[in-house]
C-alpha cells in the first residue's frame, strides 16, 4: 500500500485559524514537506511550528526567488521526488501550504505531478482574503454581486480595465507593485474606497486606508477596494 499525501492548507498566519483536521494531521505526521523561497524560513512551516513532531522527517523543497518558471518548476519537480519516495514506502506526507492549497498555493505544483499516482487529499485553509476582509472590518460582496481578485504583477494598463469594470476588487501580491497599483487606484478616484492589509492576523499586522499606507509593503500585503453604498444596509 502506497501513503497518502495531504496538501493541507494552514491559513493566513495566525496558528489558532487552521482547522481542527489540519492540525490533527499535522501532529500526527511523519513526514512533513513545504516550500521555502530562495533559503529562507518557511512561512507554513511557521505557522504549524508548535505541532510538527520532533521526530517528524521534513522534506525542504527551496523555490528559487526567480521571474523565470524554469527553476521554481525543476524545485517542485525534485520536491515530488522525495514525497513519490516516501509515499511508495507507505509513508503518508502532510504538505503544508499557506492559506489554501488551490486559491494560488503553492501545493497545486505537487498536485499536478502526483495526483494521477498517488492518493491525495485537500485540506482546505482559511484564505488570506477572508482574513484580510475580516481583520479590515470590510464585507466584500453581497447578493448578486461580483467579487474580482487581481494579482499585483499584471500590467497597468489591465489592473486599471479590470478595476474599472468590477464591483469589489481584491488585489493581492502586492509587494514591490504597490506603487503601480495606488497610481492606477487614484487615477480612477477610487483611493478613498480602497483599505490596505498587510501580514493579516500577525503581530505586525497593519491595516490602514490606502491613503495612508506605506510607501513600500511586503509580499504578504493585500487591497480591498469596494465601490458604491453598502449593499448589506
Not at 518548476?73 to 492549497?101: H, K, T
Not at 488585489?171 to 503601480?180: P, Q
Request: with cysteine; proline share 7%; hydrophobic share 50%.
Amino acid at each position: 500500500m502506497t501513503g497518502v499525501l495531504y496538501g493541507v492548507g494552514v491559513g493566513p498566519g495566525a496558528p489558532d485559524l487552521m482547522t481542527l483536521r489540519a492540525a490533527r494531521l499535522i501532529e500526527s505526521a511523519a513526514v512533513v514537506a513545504y516550500p521555502t523561497l530562495a533559503g529562507a524560513a518557511s512561512f507554513a512551516r511557521a505557522i504549524a511550528a508548535d505541532l510538527i513532531s520532533p521526530h517528524a522527517r521534513e522534506i525542504v523543497m527551496d523555490v528559487p526567488m526567480s521571474v523565470e518558471r524554469a527553476p521554481a518548476q525543476a524545485a517542485y519537480d525534485a520536491g515530488a521526488v522525495q514525497i513519490a519516495a516516501a509515499l511508495q514506502a507507505g509513508q503518508d506526507v502532510v504538505c503544508l501550504c499557506e492559506g489554501d492549497p488551490f486559491f494560488y498555493g503553492s501545493f497545486m505544483y505537487l498536485f499536478a505531478r502526483l495526483s494521477d499516482r498517488y492518493r491525495v487529499e485537500v485540506v482546505p485553509g482559511v484564505t488570506s482574503i477572508t482574513a484580510c476582509a475580516a481583520r479590515a472590518g470590510k464585507p466584500l460582496v453581497a447578493r448578486n454581486e461580483r467579487l474580482t481578485v487581481l494579482p499585483g504583477p499584471l500590467p497597468e494598463h489591465e489592473l486599471r480595465a479590470r478595476i474599472a469594470g468590477a464591483e469589489s476588487v481584491v488585489i493581492m501580491k502586492v509587494g514591490r507593485h504597490l506603487a503601480k497599483i495606488r497610481a492606477v487606484i487614484a487615477d480612477l478616484g477610487l483611493t478613498g474606497m480602497a483599505v490596505y492589509v498587510e501580514r493579516a492576523t500577525l503581530p505586525d499586522e497593519v491595516v490602514l486606508p490606502l491613503a495612508d499606507a506605506p510607501a513600500t509593503a511586503p509580499y504578504f500585503s493585500m487591497i480591498l477596494l469596494t465601490k458604491g453604498a453598502d449593499p448589506w444596509l
